[in-house]
């Protein structure tokens, strides 16, 4: 099935450090989306990335995708302890559902 | 944004029980809603996709006799964990497609924990 490759698995940053996190993937993607998950929380949605290099910021938040469509990155310039969580990219599942496949998620710690 | 809500927040049960858990999507409807389960530390797994007025597509390994999914209507999704074991531990994690919407984006339900003793 579709699936996508996160790294790193965990990152511990001195506040004001900047973070990134990568999802590859062996084939083209139609689009990719990106979420943050808190200690104890839900999943929430930060964006979804479709055009072929395409760039958003949100904040400190950078997101990209890669023009061939196969990687994204998130990158929070100038980290702050509210930055702490859990960040997974997703991917559309084979089949014409909507659904989602997660990637295996980054976890951000940031030290005051 | 959304609301997805999901009760219980959480739950303890006996091994050999049955736990039903609920996903409400309160301020639009969805056809479809999806389970995730999250082991601790881990990624969210998709087990099914919940179809409103249909059966249920089960991902591989998930196996349907044990996680039972009921989409009755386009408001509420269940996911029945029948004879739960303690191996059945985990944070089960609902979430919709609001129909319509410009981005695939999915709503999350809070999620509900299971703890089987």
């Known amino acids: ?112 | 944004g959304a609301v997805v809500s999901q009760h219980p927040s959480w739950v303890i049960c006996k091994s050999g029980t049955s736990v039903k858990i609920e996903c409400r999507s309160l301020d639009f409807q969805a056809t479809t809603m999806f389970w995730y389960r999250q082991f601790p530390k881990q990624s969210l797994m998709l087990m099914a996709t919940s179809n409103e007025g249909s059966k249920a597509t089960y991902e591989q390994g998930v196996e349907k006799d044990k996680f039972l999914i009921n989409h009755a209507s386009l408001t509420l999704s269940t996911l029945t964990v029948t004879s739960a074991h303690p191996e059945d531990s985990s944070f089960y994690i609902c979430s919709a497609t609001r129909q319509g919407a410009n981005t695939g984006e999915l709503f999350f339900g809070e999620g509900s924990r299971l703890t089987v003793l």
Not at chain 1, 37 to 51: A, N
Not at chain 1, 56 to 73: D, V
Request: hydrophobic share 30%.
């Open chain 1, 1 to 112: 099935g579709q699936q996508v490759m996160q790294i790193p698995q965990y990152q511990h940053v001195q506040e004001g450090e900047d973070f990134t996190t990568y999802c590859n993937s062996s084939t083209t993607l139609s689009n990719i989306q990106w979420y943050k998950q808190r200690p104890g929380g839900h999943p929430v949605f930060l964006i979804q990335l479709v055009k072929s290099g395409e760039v958003k910021k949100q904040k400190r938040l950078t997101f990209q995708f890669g023009e061939a469509k196969k990687n994204s990155s998130l990158h929070i310039t100038a980290t702050q302890t509210t930055d702490v969580g859990t960040y997974f990219c997703a991917v559309v599942g084979r089949g014409n559902t909507g659904k989602l496949i997660f990637g295996q998620g980054t976890t951000l710690q940031v030290k005051p």
